[in-house]
């Protein structure tokens, strides 16, 4: 990069919020994917005024520029792959206004998930979509991936809550998009447009985002089951008894191993493990959805079914789930964690399937997540450093896509497509969607500045 | 095939199972003060992942965060793949000093140690009034911080022992040196012999120790096995003092602050919060406490080397203070109570004390 340039970046932040440097550089070339690739330099951004004239000033130079939240995303989409400059917007960390009567907060991208849910709080409200990584992840990440969690079998992603936004185009233009209103269709929904657009088409600068009530009461049961065929009519049969559950878990067997070797846990090592909670205000409304849930396991010859009495005993309902991720990622130097989605009436089919895959490819599947919107985690567990493991997991990854989309599902539930998942998008999107986001992306960025290389946009 | 780096060869695997989830970073005290992600555990861990890809060499350019750790811990509390952050960082700043590439100040404090008994190359011991190494059921053992900087916070603690009448005895007491295992050197065998030697003189079953890192030390480290082989017992002034009745109390609205090294590192919790209940009929805890405590900023030798950062932790600590309007901060740690002494702003009124010295004061006051 030109001196020219670098001391121009300097001159808009600061020299304080300007680095090259070595370790800022390593930490800035990954996410939690798989991918990795080094930026020339990094800005810590505090303004859309300061954006857009960094963008301005990069869309004449024609230098790839990365915005970048916690960096926790799953699919390599914050890695600078192309170079460039990193825009570290976590220090734009202000919650800009919280109106309870409107049901809406304003905030910027730099906001942590955890730090808007603690605010929220004294107002006995919350921000539904709550990522696994929620403590550290900003809500502009959440933005830009379309986030989901455990939470959106009842109450859907990052999407359903966004209203508005702000936002710095490439070539340095500041836009408004949507309205405070809890509800518009004035023009076309170019917020929408943005939010998991994966900081490809903007940089997001402030969020408009609807909040809710906060229920006060939960019940929670627990139901094994020895046939994944039985523990997959028990979902239906869930999605046909009217309940919506506000968490609806799955563990496979490979998973409920994974647990048992490594805590004191002590699961029934059968095909599934499903753990259903439901929210509400008063415990006769809760427990009324969980009798009706605890009704329909039943019918479906659980091994055993567990209704919490206390607190905890939610606890240890949920400290299986819990442990899943962290026991998982102890196994094997590498992994990756996918987000397949499929209809909830094709989960079984999707798990006997990635029991398939596991073996043709011998390697190992371990599988949980969100069954009550048809989003599993596959996590594939490999060595990174044998690249006959490495294959295998490639091998593994094409198949899991391919029958994903058979089953009339999707790539990503809520992970993002980033660089993991780019050679994949014609399995899911035909070539008249495909042109389509490529136009978008031409008409925003005709350049190629903003984060390239991402969600197949080039070819 | 040998490795490169001994960290490399004895804490490989666990470098690479660092998911990179960053839950560290949600904890992390100096991320938090500098919002960097270079200087928080996973920042460190990918480093290291590209010494050992032949990426990058293990040199000056890598100081500032390998050598920017408070060793507080909270990240491997909440690590989900269980890596061992503070052990591995005590490894490659072994290997950073061996391949020539040091803060200057860590060096400058081993070098200090070669020549001087204390970590500030001071030459006047402050005698604290008192005859030293003489015959006594306990030894009470100052520490460097105590000694020298915060003597006012030890005078007051020898005076509450004195009112509880507690047969103990000052040593000519020399650095524990337990500090240089974190800062990428060896303990110093000399003082340590010394130490052992003196507090062996003076008859002494028990070694109370006023400072939470001299005791890790005294406990953990081989250096000084022979305490424990010669049945003396060591223990922190905080264990010590939850059997007395103060016959004092105070109905100011009093917190505590869990030192880093008396908590995650030893999982003492209770002790302090029985003794502080005693003597405080207002009692509240701060948001992050026991394991989850937040890092005054002033370990692993940051405090020395990053003051302007080890401020900004500390400061960040003081706004949970103000958070629940606390009077008074109880700690048990002179490090602590140094750091976030240095780092109180004039608007914040509370004062911050060492719990001994609270009580003392109290017990004055009631005379």
């Given at each position: 990069m030109d001196e020219s340039i670098r001391q121009a970046l300097i001159e808009i932040v600061g020299a304080q919020n300007y680095t090259n440097s070595l370790i800022d550089m390593v930490s800035f070339s990954y996410d939690a994917s798989e991918h990795s690739g080094r930026p020339v330099c990094a800005v810590w951004v505090e303004s859309a005024e300061q954006i857009s004239k960094i963008l301005q000033l990069a869309n004449r130079e024609k230098i790839p520029v990365v915005p970048r939240g916690a960096g926790t995303g799953l699919s390599g989409m914050a890695v600078p792959i192309k170079g460039g400059v990193v825009l570290d917007l976590t220090r734009m960390n202000k919650i800009v206004r919280i109106s309870i009567e409107d049901r809406l907060a304003i905030v910027q991208p730099g906001v942590v998930y955890a730090t808007l849910e603690k605010t929220l709080i004294p107002y006995g409200f919350f921000f539904p979509p709550d990522p696994a990584s929620g403590k550290v992840s900003t809500l502009g990440g959440n933005v830009a991936t379309n986030a989901g969690g455990l939470k959106g079998a009842k109450y859907g992603t990052t999407r359903d809550y966004v209203l508005g936004l702000q936002v710095v185009l490439p070539d340095g233009r500041i836009m408004k998009t949507g309205s405070k209103a809890m509800k518009s269709v004035s023009g076309y929904d170019l917020t929408r447009l943005f939010v998991g657009s994966e900081g490809t088409l903007g940089v997001v600068t402030e969020i408009i985002l609807k909040i809710n009530p906060k229920p006060t009461a939960t019940s929670t049961a627990l139901a094994t089951f020895d046939e994944l065929a039985d523990a997959g009519s028990a979902i239906n049969e869930i999605m046909y008894s009217g309940i919506i559950p506000s968490a609806l878990e799955i563990l496979g067997k490979e998973t409920i191993i994974a647990i048992n070797q490594n805590t004191d846990l002590n699961l029934p090592e059968v095909d599934a493990m499903i753990l259903a909670e439901a929210d509400g205000y008063t415990p006769e409304e809760t427990d009324f959805q969980i009798k009706k849930i605890i009704a329909v396991f039943e019918k479906n010859h659980p091994k055993d079914v567990k209704l919490a009495e206390n607190e905890k005993e939610v606890g240890e309902l949920w400290a299986a789930r819990k442990s899943a991720y962290g026991v998982l990622a102890r196994i094997k130097t590498h992994f990756v964690l996918e987000d397949v989605t499929v209809p909830m009436t094709n989960i079984a089919p999707l798990l006997k399937g990635i029991q398939d895959i596991s073996k043709k490819h011998q390697i190992q599947i371990a599988t949980f997540g969100h069954a009550g919107d048809g989003n599993l985690h596959p996590q594939i567990l490999y060595d990174g450093y044998d690249p006959d493991q490495v294959k295998r997991m490639e091998e593994a990854t094409t198949d899991l896509f391919k029958l994903a989309i058979e089953l009339d599902g999707t790539l990503t539930g809520e992970h993002g497509i980033g660089l993991s998942k780019a050679p994949f998008m014609t399995l899911e999107h035909d070539p008249v969607a495909m042109e389509i986001m490529r136009n978008v992306k031409k008409m925003f960025d005709p350049n190629n500045i903003l984060n390239p290389g991402k969600m197949a946009l080039e070819e | 095939m040998g490795k490169k780096y001994d960290f490399e060869e004895k804490y490989r695997e666990q470098i690479l199972q660092c998911s990179r989830c960053g839950f560290c970073q949600a904890v992390c005290p100096v991320y938090g003060a500098t919002l960097r992600p270079a200087l928080n555990a996973k920042g460190k861990m990918l480093l290291l992942k590209e010494v050992m890809d032949g990426k990058i060499d293990l040199n000056d350019e890598l100081i500032e965060t390998l050598f920017q750790c408070t060793t507080c811990a909270n990240c491997f509390q909440?690590?989900?793949?269980?890596?061992?952050?503070?052990?591995?960082?005590?490894?490659?700043?072994?290997?950073?000093?061996?391949?020539?590439?040091?803060?200057?100040?860590f060096k400058g404090m081993n070098e200090v140690l070669k020549n001087h008994t204390n970590i500030y190359g001071e030459n006047e011991p402050e005698d604290f009034e008192r005859e030293r190494n003489k015959?006594?059921?306990?030894v009470y053992f100052i520490g460097c911080v105590g000694s020298y900087r915060e003597d006012e916070s030890t005078m007051a603690t020898l005076n509450l022992l004195d009112r509880l009448q507690v047969d103990y005895t000052l040593i000519d007491e020399v650095c524990c040196s337990g500090v240089l295992e974190d800062v990428g050197y060896e303990i110093n065998d000399a003082l340590a012999a010394k130490n052992i030697d003196r507090i062996l003189h003076t008859g002494a079953k028990t070694v109370i120790t006023g400072c939470p890192y001299c005791y890790r030390t005294f406990n953990n480290k081989a250096q000084y096995d022979q305490l424990l082989k010669e049945g003396i017992q060591v223990t922190h002034i905080t264990q010590f003092l939850q059997d007395f009745d103060f016959g004092i109390t105070t109905d100011k609205l009093v917190t505590y602050h869990d030192p880093c090294d008396l908590g995650r590192?030893?999982?003492?919790?209770?002790?302090?919060r029985?003794?502080?209940?005693?003597?405080?009929?207002?009692?509240?805890?701060?948001?992050?406490?026991?394991?989850?405590?937040?890092?005054?900023?002033?370990?692993?030798?940051?405090?020395?080397?990053y003051a302007k950062n080890s401020i900004a932790m500390a400061r960040r600590r003081l706004d949970q203070v103000e958070e629940v309007g606390a009077d008074i901060v109880l700690t048990e740690c002179n490090s602590c109570v140094h750091n976030l002494a240095n780092a109180r702003l004039r608007k914040q009124k509370f004062r911050i004390y060492n719990t001994t010295q609270f009580i003392n004061e109290l017990m004055e006051e009631a005379e």
């Open positions: - | 909440n690590c989900p793949s269980g890596v061992p952050v503070m052990e591995i960082i005590k490894q490659v700043r072994k290997d950073m000093v061996s391949v020539g590439s040091c803060h200057p100040a015959k006594a059921e306990y590192h030893c999982g003492i919790y209770e002790e302090p029985n003794t502080i209940r005693k003597i405080a009929t207002n009692f509240i805890e701060l948001p992050a406490n026991r394991e989850n405590a937040l890092c005054c900023g002033a370990g692993g030798g940051v405090r020395g080397a």
